[in-house]
């Protein structure tokens, strides 16, 4: 249940850092989304191998730690990519603003 609420407030989180770089926030949503249940299967299965199945509880945050740094990678993939440059930008720039 707390992975859904956490996956609603990432999915916002990414959509508006795809808005500003000018990409499909869904696409990059479902990227989140992905990448959250992949690296908490990893993080479960490394759970498992060194620290066995004795502690189910230990394992299952262990497995909610991996999966926010799956967020963490996307988030950090869409932060190095440019932002959209605005034509409007352009446009206001007129020949006396070029004058030094």
Do not use: H
Request: net charge positive.
């Amino acid at each position: 249940m707390i992975e859904i609420i956490a996956l609603i407030f990432i999915a916002k989180e990414i959509k508006k850092i795809a808005l500003q770089k000018g990409l499909k926030p869904l696409t990059w949503k479902i990227y989140t989304i992905v990448c959250w249940f992949v690296f908490e299967i990893i993080g479960i299965t490394l759970g498992i191998l060194l620290f066995g199945l004795a502690n189910i509880i230990p394992l299952a945050f262990f497995g909610l730690i991996c999966a926010f740094g799956g967020f963490l990678v996307i988030r950090s993939v869409l932060l190095n990519m440019p932002d959209k440059i605005s034509d409007d930008d352009i446009n206001r720039i007129s020949v006396d603003d070029l004058r030094p």
